[in-house]
């Protein structure tokens, strides 16, 4: 069974930062990759960064500049560093793996969720 657990959310003043942490476990073979999605009321789910397997970053446009996702594989972590928070970043924030796992029977690829965790910035 895999699992993700995140941590980092919280309430947070115009401007701050956070650091959003998101530890994968179980019979992990592989993470292809790692991302970070957002949703607030009334908005559709969006895609805010992603990382590969091989290091490589992508970024929403509304983010780009502000936030920073890294990882450790050894661990099997993510992160999201979050910096010049504004309220328009208020939302729930999923964690989420494109991961090769070891299943009963056998070897199977598929996508997995976090909880999610609240990030609300004040203004």
């Known amino acids: 069974q895999v699992q993700l657990v995140e941590s980092g959310g919280g309430l947070v003043q115009d401007g701050g930062s956070l650091r959003l942490s998101c530890a994968v476990s179980g019979s992990v073979l592989r993470l292809n990759s790692m991302n970070w999605y957002r949703q607030a009321p009334g908005k559709q789910r969006e895609l805010v960064a992603s990382?590969?397997?091989?290091?490589?970053?992508n970024y929403a446009d509304s983010v780009k500049g502000r936030f920073t996702i890294s990882k450790v594989v050894a661990r099997n972590t993510v992160y999201l560093q979050m910096n010049s928070l504004r309220p328009e970043d208020t939302a729930v924030y999923y964690c989420?793996?494109?991961?090769?796992?070891?299943?009963?029977?056998?070897?199977?690829?598929?996508?997995?969720w976090g909880q999610g965790t609240q990030v609300t910035v004040s203004s």
């Open positions: 989420n793996a494109d991961a090769t796992t070891a299943q009963a029977t056998g070897v199977r690829r598929g996508g997995y």
């Open positions: 990382i590969t397997t091989d290091g490589r970053t």
